[in-house]
């Protein structure tokens, strides 16, 4: 019997609508599958980049930590595209820029650059009368009261808006503009890089106290032990390979050989300045710079597998803050070609200067970690009465349970014997003034 002259068409047609479904499918599985795979990147540079990406989704660079980052790139932008005006911040000194003294030569600029300026200024004035006005909105009807009854002069709602231009000039970017521009930059900015390094220091002083914490539950032969231990790492941080001073030829040279895998003669700053930077527009910024500085921090830290990531991004953030330091003269965060190979011809940039790393440094003081420890020894269990700072009532102190098991001293340790089991502890009532001057301490590793 013939089954194929008694089976429909229809059949057939089916048959193959759902091959040709399939093969689209698989073709489709195989594009996606092709474009979603992740590119074999060996390159430490470039892990690196993707690490800085991902810890800020949210953000393009440091700039965007301001609120009127966006405004400040684009000013920035607007300016070095005239060449007499870029000609102008590449011989200013550093404090001719963070004062504003530069915008003394805005008249040199050219009409179609004013032109773009005071249209990027109008954009931002807009900007701020929906900020400004969603402030308000979001204002119960209580507080919009109290705000025109302190401010019937309209004087309070000057201090209310933004001061990083000049409101009263609503249509044209003048001089006085591009003066608060920076002027207010340059305080935010450096605000930004205290606050990390005070976060930093705030991080040292609370693993310190908990290291010291865990020491007071041992008895004293094991405290002796592990303290022992603690000086022999901390010795052992601070004899590392030597470091090149962030920012000179010898340690780009290093990196153009080691990182780069390209011949050390051939070395020439431009075209490193071109390889390093990654996304092409012409500009080095802040996590291009922190790639180029990991090969350094890595000489600190590759002697201990079980260094603190914490410190060496630190490490990383404090050499990069010195290269721009030295290197960018316009203060916005970012390195142009020119001012690169300025910096490396300049006398910072010099090797013989070194570089300290935060292990040769002291992080914070004896009074700084008492005053932190005063704060949490009322609502902490971790550390003995008896080693706390005496309290100023003679109300008994709650011990800890696992405290209580351990035998109570005879008698209070001296001053001495105390500091033997567990050194640089400060001891001291709260009612007891030092006339001592800040005294720098050992940090944990």
């Not at 399939?22 to 060996?42: E, H, Q, S, W, Y």
């Not at 119960?140 to 002069?153: C, I, S």
């Not at 390094?197 to 914490?213: G, H, S, T, V």
């Not at 690169?340 to 992080?363: P, R």
């Amino acid at each position: 019997m013939n089954w194929s002259k008694e089976l429909p068409v229809q059949f057939f047609s089916i048959e193959l609508l759902i091959m040709k479904l399939i093969i689209n499918l698989l073709c489709f599985f195989i594009i996606i599958i092709t474009i979603g795979a992740p590119p074999v990147a060996d390159n430490r540079r470039n892990e690196k980049l993707q690490a800085a990406s991902n810890n800020n989704q949210n953000q393009d660079d440091v700039l965007d930590d301001l609120e009127y980052g966006r405004y400040l790139k684009e000013v920035v932008d607007i300016l070095e595209s005239d060449p007499a005006f870029k000609d102008k911040i590449q011989r200013a000194s550093v404090d001719d820029i963070k004062s504003g003294n530069i915008a003394e030569h805005l008249s040199l600029v050219q009409h179609h650059v004013r032109s773009k300026l005071d249209e990027a200024k109008q954009r931002e004035m807009s900007r701020l009368r929906d900020l400004v006005g969603q402030k308000f909105r979001n204002m119960n009807e209580k507080q919009r009261q109290a705000f025109a009854r302190a401010d019937p002069n309209g004087r309070r709602m000057q201090e209310f808006l933004p001061q990083h231009l000049d409101h009263k000039n609503w249509e044209t970017f003048g001089q006085d503009d591009l003066e608060r521009l920076i002027r207010h930059a340059s305080k935010d900015l450096d605000e930004l890089d205290r606050k990390r390094e005070e976060e930093f220091k705030q991080y040292e002083i609370r693993k310190e106290y908990e290291r010291r914490a865990k020491l007071a539950k041992l008895n004293i032969d094991e405290r002796k032990r592990l303290e022992q231990l603690h000086r022999a790492t901390l010795e052992k941080k601070k004899k590392h390979r030597p470091v090149n001073h962030p920012g000179s030829v010898d340690q780009m040279e290093e990196v153009w050989e080691k990182v780069d895998k390209l011949e050390a003669d051939q070395f020439k700053p431009k075209a490193f300045f071109k390889l390093h930077d990654v996304n092409s527009d012409g500009l080095i910024d802040e996590d291009e710079l922190d790639a180029i500085m990991v090969k350094e921090a890595d000489k600190i830290y590759e002697a201990t597998p079980d260094a603190d990531p914490v410190e060496r991004e630190e490490e990383i953030d404090r050499m990069r803050e010195h290269v721009m330091k030295e290197f960018d003269k316009n203060n916005d965060r970012m390195l142009t070609l020119d001012e690169f190979e300025h910096g490396l011809k300049g006398t910072g940039a010099k090797n013989d200067q070194g570089w300290k790393s935060i292990e040769d440094n002291d992080v914070f003081s004896d009074q700084e970690f008492q005053r932190f420890s005063e704060k949490m020894a009322p609502v902490s269990t971790s550390i003995p009465h008896y080693q706390t700072p005496s309290p100023a009532s003679n109300q008994q102190e709650h011990v800890p349970p696992e405290v209580a098991v351990q035998p109570p001293p005879a008698a209070p340790p001296a001053n001495n014997q105390q500091q033997q089991v567990l050194p640089n502890m400060p001891v001291q009532s709260q009612n007891q003034t030092s006339s001592q001057p800040p005294k720098l301490m050992p940090r944990s590793p």
